[in-house]
């Protein structure tokens, strides 16, 4: 994706965005700070991103790449806008038809009608081969 002419390219990123440059196969940044900080545009060269919680409104994250030229001239610019989205199963743990989030007993199980924990009830026939 990178621009005719590129040798090179930096990143910069939001906070709630950790980004990774790979190269080679070898990871050589676990977190690409907001330097100034460029790398070559080598063949297999990759950049990997990711968030760790989620957003707080849509495209609240971003991403900028961008290429340079032989002596370090910038050519362009590519930005990825990102939304994170939390993703959580919660349940009845203690089955008085309330979900809630941070019920103690969704850690462990107890048999009977006093009990709490979580029943799954799994569709594991055969509906077609």
């Known amino acids: 994706a990178a621009p005719a002419g590129a ?3 930096g ?3 939001t906070e709630g965005v950790s980004v990774e440059v790979v190269c080679q196969g070898q990871a050589e940044v ?3 700070p907001n330097s100034g900080t460029r790398w070559p545009l080598d063949e297999g060269t990759v950049l990997r991103f990711s968030m760790s919680r989620a957003s707080t409104e849509v495209n609240d ?3 900028t790449v961008s290429f340079y030229a032989e002596g370090g001239q ?3 610019q590519a930005g990825v806008f990102l939304t994170g989205i939390g993703i959580s199963l919660d349940v009845d ?3 008085d038809g309330v ?9 462990s199980w107890t048999w009977g009608p006093e009990g709490h924990g979580a029943i799954l009830l799994v569709n594991c026939d055969k509906e077609s081969p």
């Open 7 to 9: 040798v090179s390219f």
């Open 11 to 13: 990143v910069k990123h």
């Open 30 to 32: 676990g977190s690409v």
């Open 61 to 63: 994250n971003k991403v």
């Open 74 to 76: 910038p050519i362009s």
């Open 93 to 95: 743990a203690d089955r």
């Open 99 to 107: 979900v809630e989030k941070n019920n103690p007993n969704k850690a």
